[in-house]
């Protein structure tokens, strides 16, 4: 069984930072990405930033890119999502999720194989 567990979710105004942790399982998921997915009101679910696991890579939306930075600690197996010049279309609940799959290739599946049980973040004044 592979637990991912998001922290971090909280109220912010309109341009302010977050910054998310997902803790993934130190000993698996070697050759996995992980990554954030959102799902805003009303929305699809997106992913918005995603890490390969091996080699560091990385992908954003356009959404985002630019305003957020993902980021892994080797060492404690967490992956971090620092969110930065938050807008209120960055409310939504953020999920993390794994896949054996490059960065890109995570975050344009829409079904990933693990998912956590997610995080809400809430952007307004």
């Known amino acids: 069984q592979v637990q991912l567990v998001e922290s971090g979710g909280d109220w912010v105004q309109p341009g302010g930072s977050l910054r998310l942790s997902c803790a993934t399982p130190?000993?698996?998921?070697?050759?996995?990405?992980i990554g954030w997915f959102r799902q805003a009101p009303g929305k699809e679910r997106e992913g918005v930033a995603c890490i390969s696991k091996s080699d560091g890579s990385t992908y954003y939306s356009e959404s985002v890119k630019g305003r957020f930075t993902i980021s892994r600690d080797k060492a404690t197996a967490t992956i971090y999502l620092q969110m930065n010049s938050l807008e209120p279309e960055d409310t939504g609940v953020y999920y993390c999720a794994a896949h054996w799959l490059t960065a890109q290739g995570l975050c344009n599946k829409p079904d990933p194989r693990y998912w956590g049980q997610g995080t809400q973040v809430t952007v307004s004044s």
């Open positions: 130190r000993d698996r998921l070697a050759n996995y990405a």
